[in-house]
């Protein structure tokens, strides 16, 4: 397992973590492996499904071979937050800020990021030791409510997430995100249910193009 600083540079560098909810555990390593090669090198597995801890070791064994981090999403507690730990999870993340699972997972050597919309919530995940901030959902608030958490705040890395698509990521970007979080704008669910690896590989790769392009401004 990768330090937190080389597993946070990993995401950053990514710019998009892929959130794969919802992926029947026969399916999700080769829709995750597909999302690697559409160049997606940080995956996120849901543990609010059935057998998540399978799925993320799933995940975690067909990417060994590459430069991927694999981490865990809906994460609500410090238990849950153990649990996809000990399956290989790299990265936690959090619809909410709890400062139990934060903990559990500094314990444990791995990348916290909680959900957060207010100051109150931002301060309460940095003092419990958060390595990034989740702003969720993005959308409810834009892209310049980014600015106005890191104006009293500092520099604290915020990665959107909710609503992100190829259509807004260069907003949130220019607001001073370091990665966005997305879902079904980068996880093709018609190809998936087609069984079409191919296509979820060019829905991945449109939506990194998007980053990309966005960065470069």
Sequence with gaps: MANTNAVQDRIVDSGVVAVLRGISEEQIAPVARAIYEGGVTAIEVTADGKRASEKIAAVDRKLADTEAVVGAGTVLDAPTAQSVIDAGAEFVLAPDCNPEMIRTCNRQNVVSIPGVMTPTEAVTGMEAGADMLKMFPATTVGPGHIGALQGPLGDVDIMP????????????????????????????YDAIADDDMEQVEATARKFVAAVEDARAE
């Design 161 to 188: 997430t909710g609503g992100v698509s190829p259509d807004n990521v260069e907003d949130f970007f220019d607001s001073g995100a370091v990665a966005v979080g997305a879902g079904s704008a980068i996880v093709d």
